[in-house]
């Protein structure tokens, strides 16, 4: 089942990108393991799944440690993040697809060992119940992050409205990427900002046409037939 899911949706990225005239190189797959366990995980490992996501810090680490013998896979925290967290795991992943506040991104920076690639979240709809920050916020709170050396800005994240029509989906996905196109374009060292992190397992193939170089896709690939 897992690997004819993960067929199908490989398929719909390429027809996506086909529609978008982009090139299915450019989108990276991330696969959200937090509904599954450590053995769903590991088969995942095994069909050749080489980026995975949990929004959880234990569930991450646990996953990770149970799958060490896979060592190219690159881990995505793509969940909130408490500050007493960060020491636990800012170590032991490669991309972080939250961050949305000063203080955050101040104890990331006093823990983290090595640049760590992040994703400014950013609420497109201002919708109450999100984390993230204001789109008007996005381009004062990245320049201040500027004096923050270990976090590199590599792009911006979203979460669609879950009651959203296809129009209004367009729409969210295509505001983040003008916004991610307006704050590449000041060419700031610390934020090269080219990459779009959205698009989940019933919109992904939208926010592809719209531009995203990440998906984060859980429930389509565990759904049985
Ligand atoms: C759970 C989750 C996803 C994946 O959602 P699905 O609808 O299961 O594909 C993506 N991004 C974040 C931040 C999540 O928490």
């Given at each position: 089942?897992?690997?004819?899911?993960l067929?199908?949706?490989?398929?719909?990225m390429k027809q996506a990108?086909?529609i978008?005239?982009?090139?299915?190189?450019?989108v990276t797959?991330v696969?959200?393991t937090?509904s599954?366990?450590?053995?769903?995980?590991?088969?995942?490992?095994?069909?050749?799944?080489?980026?995975?996501?949990?929004?959880?810090?234990?569930?991450?680490?646990?996953?990770?440690?149970?799958?060490?013998d896979?060592?190219s896979i690159?881990?995505?925290?793509?969940?909130?993040?408490?500050?007493?967290?960060?020491?636990?795991?800012i170590?032991e992943?490669?991309?972080f697809?939250?961050?949305?506040?000063?203080?955050l991104a101040?104890?990331?920076?006093?823990r983290?060992n090595k640049?760590?690639?992040?994703?400014v979240?950013?609420?497109v709809?201002?919708e109450?119940s999100k984390?993230?920050?204001g789109?008007?916020e996005a381009?004062a709170?990245?320049r201040?992050l500027e004096?923050l050396?270990?976090?590199?800005?590599?792009?911006l994240m979203?979460m669609?409205p879950i009651?959203?029509?296809?129009?209004?989906?367009?729409?969210?996905?295509?505001s983040?990427?003008k916004?991610?196109?307006?704050?590449s374009n000041?060419q700031?060292?610390?934020?090269?900002c080219?990459q779009?992190?959205?698009?989940?397992s019933?919109?992904?193939?939208?926010?592809?046409?719209?531009?995203?170089t990440?998906?984060?896709?859980?429930s389509?690939?565990?759904?049985s037939?």
């Amino acid at each position: 089942m897992l690997a004819e899911n993960l067929i199908h949706i490989q398929d719909e990225m390429k027809q996506a990108c086909q529609i978008a005239h982009r090139s299915v190189d450019d989108v990276t797959l991330v696969c959200v393991t937090k509904s599954v366990g450590i053995d769903i995980a590991t088969e995942l490992a095994e069909l050749g799944i080489k980026n995975m996501a949990e929004n959880r810090v234990d569930k991450l680490l646990e996953k990770k440690d149970a799958l060490k013998d896979f060592s190219s896979i690159k881990w995505h925290l793509i969940g909130n993040l408490q500050r007493r967290k960060v020491k636990l795991i800012i170590n032991e992943i490669d991309y972080f697809h939250a961050l949305d506040s000063y203080k955050l991104a101040e104890e990331i920076q006093k823990r983290v060992n090595k640049k760590l690639s992040c994703f400014v979240e950013v609420n497109v709809t201002g919708e109450d119940s999100k984390h993230g920050i204001g789109p008007e916020e996005a381009v004062a709170f990245i320049r201040q992050l500027e004096k923050l050396d270990k976090l590199e800005i590599v792009g911006l994240m979203t979460m669609a409205p879950i009651a959203a029509t296809k129009t209004e989906l367009h729409e969210v996905f295509f505001s983040l990427k003008k916004l991610q196109i307006e704050i590449s374009n000041l060419q700031l060292d610390h934020a090269p900002c080219q990459q779009l992190s959205m698009g989940m397992s019933n919109d992904y193939s939208i926010a592809i046409e719209e531009g995203a170089t990440f998906v984060r896709i859980g429930s389509a690939i565990f759904r049985s037939a």
